[in-house]
């Protein structure tokens, strides 16, 4: 799915399938489609100089609770 992706540094800060599946629990849905795939293969990033994609503990830090 990544295969074209060019990455400006080869060291790569990836979540883990079970802090993706900790977030999806926390936060009580299903995250948007990609994210999953994204942050498990490439971890943190910028994709086409518009959309930031952050860690899932990143995400659970910056979402007020309910």
């Known amino acids: ?10 060291k790569l800060d990836r979540a883990s399938a ?4 900790a977030l999806e629990s926390e ?4 995250l948007p489609p990609g994210y999953r795939e994204f ?6 990033g910028i994709w086409s100089d518009f959309i930031r994609v ?3 503990q990143r995400v659970l ?5 309910q």
């Open 1 to 10: 799915m990544f295969d074209g992706v060019y990455l400006v540094t080869p």
């Open 18 to 21: 079970e802090e993706v599946d």
């Open 27 to 30: 936060l009580g849905g299903a």
């Open 39 to 44: 942050v498990t293969t490439l971890g943190e």
């Open 54 to 56: 952050y860690p899932p």
């Open 61 to 65: 830090q910056e979402t007020p609770e």
